[in-house]
């Protein structure tokens, strides 16, 4: 990743932990159901704390969590596991670490919007070669985060569900959103969950 995001750590700034899974990813797996993940391998890039892929893997599904901060792997690995999932120090943009990984499913949450715009050609593309055909990319995107500052410097940075769904388009076929009702506080309103299917 561009970000030095083990900085963050070190210094105790990390506004996304909250210290519990996303409450649109349990809205998402309440409304479809364990068999949404397929049995994993499931990706979560971008991990943290590992709350996400913790919940994930208490469905059942096999799942990997990563992130480019050791101390995030630490902080997730610390946390008591619930049927043997794992964490994975990598970058998921690094075409060295996709080459010869195959998933069935990947959550997207907070990663997109914490990457710098321009490389968010890449991360789609990172996607598309990690997912088998037919994969699950399932999320939920921040549209419009509190403006951090002049609202250009981030992270995490704005976007739209045009530009989401213009940016996975390419290799992906869209199959539902919806705003979510489910949501940390402060971020009411602001999200989107966009559920996409590989194509190929």
């Known amino acids: 990743m561009?970000?030095?995001?083990?900085?963050?750590?070190?210094?105790g700034e990390t506004p996304w932990e909250k210290g519990q899974a996303a409450p649109p990813l349990v809205e998402l797996m309440e409304r479809n159901?364990?068999?949404?993940?397929?049995?994993?391998?499931?990706?979560?890039?971008?991990?943290g704390f590992g709350h996400d892929v913790r919940a994930i893997a208490a469905t059942g599904a096999s799942v990997i969590g990563l992130d480019s901060a050791p101390s995030a792997i630490q902080g997730a690995q610390a946390f008591p596991s619930e049927t043997g999932e794992v964490y994975e120090l990598g970058d998921f943009l690094d075409p060295e670490w996709q080459q010869g990984r195959r998933f069935r499913a990947l959550w997207e949450h907070t990663c997109f919007c914490a990457i710098d715009p321009p490389f968010r050609d890449a991360y789609a593309a990172a996607a598309a070669a990690v997912l088998v055909p037919g994969g699950l990319l399932a999320g939920v995107f921040y549209l419009n985060p509190p403006d951090p500052g002049d609202g250009t410097d981030g992270p995490p940075f704005p976007s739209s569900i045009d530009e989401i769904t213009q940016r996975f388009s390419t290799h992906f076929e869209f199959l539902e959103?919806?705003?979510?009702?489910?949501?940390y506080p402060g971020r009411e309103g602001r999200e989107w969950i966009g559920c996409f299917r590989r194509m190929g």
């Not at 397929?38 to 991990?47: F, K, N």
Request: charge should be neutral; hydrophobic fraction near 35%; charged fraction near 25%.
């Open 177 to 183: 959103g919806w705003v979510p009702r489910s949501a």
């Open 33 to 47: 159901g364990a068999d949404l993940w397929q049995g994993g391998p499931v990706l979560v890039p971008g991990c």
């Open 2 to 11: 561009p970000r030095d995001w083990e900085d963050w750590y070190r210094r």
